[in-house]
């Protein structure tokens, strides 16, 4: 995954622990397995800016954050230990997202965290933040959760054909562009 700040600094993370950072827009890139707490080496699947932080997710439920004092990636404790392939969130709160429908949320910056239930046993792949604010998630499986709390709690959208998941993004006026394994469909949400 990649995620920038600004025009100049951004990071990217990957298998075995990857975590590289550039200040330069990309032209140079530096290694920061050192200033990382994965000592496992663990697959990094999500990097993301949240507010005025910036989270890592990946394998065996390692969650990290930039320690900006300490300029290093510091883990968090997670109440699940598998595999987590995103983190989104607003200035309220930050949701990780994963294997079997597994989610956790924090509402105070990463220090503590809690489960949310999402009534779904697949694989969340994908989140957005709608032009409304709320969080969407999409699955493997074609399934749509909405959050109108700012991530406490998700309820299924219903959709006319749904779409196994790897991407999802924002198309505005109660919508989202799902792509999956089986092609890219605009979805209307209620």
Not at 125 to 140: C, F, H, N, P, Y
Not at 158 to 184: D, F, H, Q, S, Y
């Amino acid at each position: 995954d990649v995620c920038f700040l600004d025009a100049q600094t951004g990071y990217v993370v990957g298998a075995f622990g990857l975590v590289l950072r550039t200040r330069d827009a990309g032209r140079h890139w530096e290694p920061l397995l050192h200033a990382t707490d994965n000592p496992k080496a663990l697959h990094l699947y999500a990097v993301a800016r949240v507010g005025n932080d910036v989270f890592i997710v990946g394998e065996q439920g390692l969650a990290l954050k930039l320690d900006r004092n300490g300029d290093r990636f510091v883990a968090m404790t997670l109440p699940y230990a598998g595999t987590l392939f995103g983190v989104i969130g607003n200035e309220r709160a930050v949701v990780a997202y994963g294997l079997r429908g597994n989610v956790v949320r924090s509402s105070d910056g990463g220090r503590t965290w809690a489960s949310v239930a999402t009534g779904v046993n697949v694989g969340l792949t994908a989140a957005t933040i709608d032009e409304r604010g709320r969080i969407v998630l999409v699955s493997q499986a074609g399934h749509v959760l909405v959050s109108n709390d700012d991530g406490a709690s998700f309820a299924a959208a219903k959709v006319e054909r749904p779409l196994p998941a790897a991407a999802v993004v924002g198309a505005g006026t109660g919508a989202v562009i799902v792509a999956g394994p089986r092609g890219v469909a605009t979805l209307r949400l209620s």
